[in-house]
Each structure stands twice: as structure tokens, then as C-alpha cells.
């Protein structure tokens, strides 16, 4: 046998030597959960070790994060129930727990890369991501809404805006919007291929967002499809996205690896709260290896073609020294 692949694999040295892909702190997106109040943490019972925090604490949470070389934040709200209505008007009220949230960041830590989250559920009381009227999701007047939302971030100074809402042309509405407003240096990380999955349980548990009628179908992908995001990802790319992205993680490797093959623009992916919350049900159990079941997953995102990896385990990885 001339050629022994097991040559390139018998030493540390040399495995470290040949490997094709590595996960950095450079990669990682640490998503965070922020809530009103004042000396806030509390823990998500879905999934541990991720908290919500009151903006004071979120601050410290931020610190803490970039003195581990971890500096890319993607923010959530939890807002009470009292202030929302069909149209998210308190998605982009001046002053809103988000503004705040995102000054806060920005004005105590200039350096870390804010990412920020467009869609209407987390402030709609109906939980859907667009406009419900007679029941159906409408598109077009959905955008006027996602569109004021992502102004009111760069206003805020949001360094990406992340349309999660999966409304047609939202990507070209909000790039047109954001550069007659002075804003052309905010760039767009599109939720590309944002599927209809059943791994979002948890998250809709940290925000009480869960749509409170029908399904999220209508608007976000059919798990049984591959091309479609193509199709997806042609549109976003054309409409001035800067990263498309593929959620949930996991599921969609070869997903990610089609955005990856066919487009010049970088790749981000979401591994979800679902994804998550098995892998810690399963350490917590002494079913499999956390530290190694973490390094594998986040490698699997590298190795698919992601430059961009949105994670829960970003800040324990880099606390734990697991990369």
C-alpha cells in the first residue's frame, strides 16, 4: 500500500497540521435575551444556561464577553403583553426596551458588532412575523412595519440588521430605506432559508412570541426543500443583502453548503435553541460528551461553508476553552 491515509492522522501534531477547518471566536455570534427592569437575570428553563437580562446586566454580560475575545451580539426582547398590538407598533416606538438595549451596547462597548432582529412576533399580538388581517399574513404592508423597525435600530446605532420575518422583498425594502437615510454602512444579514421547523420551541419560550393562531407555513420554508432557497438567496443577494443566512443549523447542512457553492456573499447559520436544548438534555444526562458534541457541531458549520455561526454555546466554548 503506497498510499496510508492514517499517516496524516498519528500524532497531534500532525492532525492539527492537515485540519481543513477551525472554529474561532471570530466566527461566533452570542444571541441574548433582554427583558425591562433593573438587576434582571433569569435563567430560560428550557435552556440552561441562557438567561434574560435586564439591560444593566446585559452590559455586564457583554463585558464579560469581550474580555474572552467573543464580540459579535445578536438581541432579543421579551416585552410585556401589555404593549403589544396587531401592527408591533412598539417595535420601533422611540425609546423602546430594544433602542435602549442597543445604545446601551453600543455607547458603553463602540467595538462590539451589534446584530439586531426584524420581525414583528416578538412584539405582535398575534406572534406572527407580518401583519394578520382576516387571518392571512399580508406581505406588502408587512414591510412598511419591518421597514420603520430597521430604521429605529440603525437610528439606535445597530452595526446588522437581521430580517428574521421571511416577507417577500423586505431585503430590497429595507436596503432602499436604510441608504435614503444615510445608512449604507449598516449592512443586511438576511434570514435567507428560515425554515418552518419544530427546533424553535425554546426560543418562542424565551420570548413569549409563539404565534397565538395557526402556523408560521405560509411564510417560512417547507423543510422537505433544498432549491427553493436558491431561489431565496438569488432574491436576497440581488436586493442588497450583505450575509445570507440558513435557520435552524443543524437540520440544513446541505443547505448551507448550497448557499455556500452557488454565492459569493458570506454564509451565516442559526444553531437554534431546539438544537441546543437536546445537546444539554443529553450532556445533563451523561449521554454524550459535552464538550466534544459542542467542538463537533460548531466544526460541522465551518466545515459546511459558514463564516458566520450564530450559537448559545459561544460564550462557554471560548469560557471552557472547548475550540
Not at 205 to 230: C, F, I, V, W
Request: net charge negative; glycine share 6%; hydrophobic share 40%.
Amino acid at each position: 500500500m503506497l498510499i496510508r491515509p492514517r499517516r496524516n492522522r498519528k500524532s497531534a501534531v500532525i492532525r492539527d497540521m492537515v485540519q481543513e477547518n477551525q472554529v474561532s471566536a471570530a466566527n461566533l455570534i452570542f444571541p441574548l435575551f433582554i427583558v425591562e427592569g433593573q438587576n434582571q437575570k433569569t435563567e430560560i428553563s428550557s435552556m440552561p444556561g441562557i438567561y434574560r437580562y435586564s439591560i444593566d446586566n446585559l452590559l455586564r454580560e457583554v463585558e464579560c464577553c469581550l474580555e474572552l475575545g467573543l464580540r459579535s451580539f445578536d438581541l432579543f426582547p421579551n416585552i410585556d403583553e401589555s404593549l403589544k398590538d396587531p401592527y408591533a407598533s412598539e417595535s420601533h416606538r422611540e425609546g423602546n426596551l430594544y433602542v435602549r438595549a442597543i445604545q446601551s451596547v453600543k455607547s458603553h462597548f463602540p467595538e462590539a458588532c451589534v446584530v439586531t432582529d426584524v420581525a414583528m412576533d416578538p412584539y405582535s399580538s398575534d406572534g406572527h412575523d407580518g401583519l394578520v388581517v382576516n387571518g392571512n399574513i399580508v406581505n406588502d404592508a408587512s414591510l412598511e412595519i419591518l421597514g420603520k423597525m430597521a430604521l429605529a435600530h440603525a437610528h439606535a446605532g445597530a452595526d446588522i440588521i437581521a430580517p428574521s420575518d421571511m416577507m417577500d422583498g423586505r431585503v430590497g425594502y429595507i436596503r432602499q430605506l436604510l441608504d435614503e437615510n444615510g445608512f449604507t454602512n449598516v449592512s443586511i444579514m438576511s434570514y435567507t432559508a428560515k425554515y418552518a421547523s419544530a427546533f424553535y420551541g425554546p426560543f418562542r419560550d424565551a420570548l413569549n412570541s409563539a404565534p397565538k393562531h395557526g402556523d408560521k407555513k405560509t411564510y417560512q420554508m417547507n423543510p422537505a426543500n433544498q432549491r427553493e432557497a436558491l431561489i431565496e438567496a438569488t432574491l436576497d443577494t440581488q436586493e442588497g443583502a450583505d450575509f445570507l443566512m440558513v435557520k435552524p443549523g443543524l437540520p440544513y447542512l446541505d443547505v448551507v453548503k448550497l448557499l455556500k457553492d452557488n454565492f459569493d456573499l458570506p454564509i451565516a447559520v442559526y444553531n437554534i435553541s431546539g438544537e441546543y436544548a437536546m445537546l444539554k438534555a443529553a450532556a445533563r444526562n451523561g449521554w454524550i460528551d459535552e464538550q466534544g458534541a459542542v467542538k463537533e457541531v460548531l466544526t460541522s458549520f465551518k466545515r459546511a461553508g459558514a463564516s458566520a455561526i450564530l450559537t448559545y454555546h459561544a460564550k462557554e466554548v471560548l469560557q471552557n476553552k472547548w475550540l
